[in-house]
């Protein structure tokens, strides 16, 4: 049975109205990543760090799955194989369209984790450095439950699995200057999938994969669903 591994950016979800990091006028454009997405960044401002987190928290509220988180998830429904969709993203637009079969490597904006007890929690509202953990009762240590430049991201065990007997390999909106996400193409490749890149502009590792779909997501993502849900592509 045929495996499709899809990777997802911030691209897929721009059009839902959350920022990118690295277009103009994104994220990093207005932050210092090292002072809100390192270990030492919230070692040295937890306050910031939480700030800009709650920020983002409270505009997910704000915000709906586009047509591409929802082909995705109709993709997974209705194709004969199998699907996995590993996630950069921490917003929850994927599983908020339907989608079952999803990794978030880069972790969750509404989960909180302690960095006492290791334990995880569900987290929809603010957090801050007074908090008590729901399980230690300790205060002061819940931090983002996200991976901050320097950490090893979620779920590579599994990923590499996947990676290695994918079929097709397919990334949506991703500029492919983070690793170990922005390798994965090589190693889909490596393996003997067919590597598909669906992004609005060349991204940094364009020239790796097999095929380029230029466009917006919620352009191009439904035709492309549509075309392998009628096989017309080989999944
Ligand atoms: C559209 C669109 C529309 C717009 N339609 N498209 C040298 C070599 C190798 C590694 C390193 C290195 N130097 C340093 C490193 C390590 C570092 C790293 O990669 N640094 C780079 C800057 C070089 N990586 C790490 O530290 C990672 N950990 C790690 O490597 O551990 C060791 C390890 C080794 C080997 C195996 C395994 C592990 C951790 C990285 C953590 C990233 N964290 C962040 C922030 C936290 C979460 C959050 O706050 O949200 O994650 S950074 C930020 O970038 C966020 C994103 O998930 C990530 C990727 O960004 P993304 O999604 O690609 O967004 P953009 O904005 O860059 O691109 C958007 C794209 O969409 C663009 O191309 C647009 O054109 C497109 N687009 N609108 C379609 N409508």
């Given at each position: 049975?045929s ?9 897929i ?52 799955p ?16 199998s ?9 929850n ?15 969750e ?54 990676l ?60 492309f ?11």
């Amino acid at each position: 049975m045929s495996l499709i591994v899809i990777l997802t950016g911030a691209g897929i979800s721009a059009e839902s109205g959350v920022d990118t990091f690295r277009d103009s006028g994104g994220i990093w454009s207005r932050y210092d990543f090292r002072k809100v997405a390192t270990p030492e960044g919230f070692a040295a401002n937890p306050t910031l760090v939480h700030q800009f987190y709650n920020d983002r928290r409270e505009q997910l509220s704000l915000v709906e799955p586009n047509a591409a988180h929802h082909a995705l998830a109709r993709l997974e429904r209705e194709y004969r194989g199998s699907v996995v969709v590993i996630t950069q993203n921490i917003d929850n637009l994927h599983e908020r369209a339907g989608t079952k079969n999803l990794i978030h490597m880069h972790g969750e904006l509404c989960k909180a984790l302690c960095v006492r007890c290791k334990k995880r929690f569900e987290w929809e509202g603010p957090l801050s450095a007074f908090d008590n953990c729901p399980n230690c009762g300790h205060s002061g240590c819940l931090r983002p439950d996200v991976v901050w430049f320097g950490e090893m991201p979620y779920h590579m065990d599994i990923i590499e699995k996947m990676l290695i007997h994918a079929d097709m390999f397919v990334s949506i909106g991703t500029s492919g200057s983070v690793y170990p996400a922005a390798m994965f193409v090589e190693v889909a490749s490596g393996n003997g999938a067919r590597t598909v890149e669906l992004n609005l502009e060349c991204s940094e590792v364009s020239e790796l994969f097999d095929e380029r779909i230029k466009g917006r997501a919620t352009e191009i993502v439904p035709p492309f669903v549509d075309a392998l849900l009628a096989g017309e592509l080989n999944g």
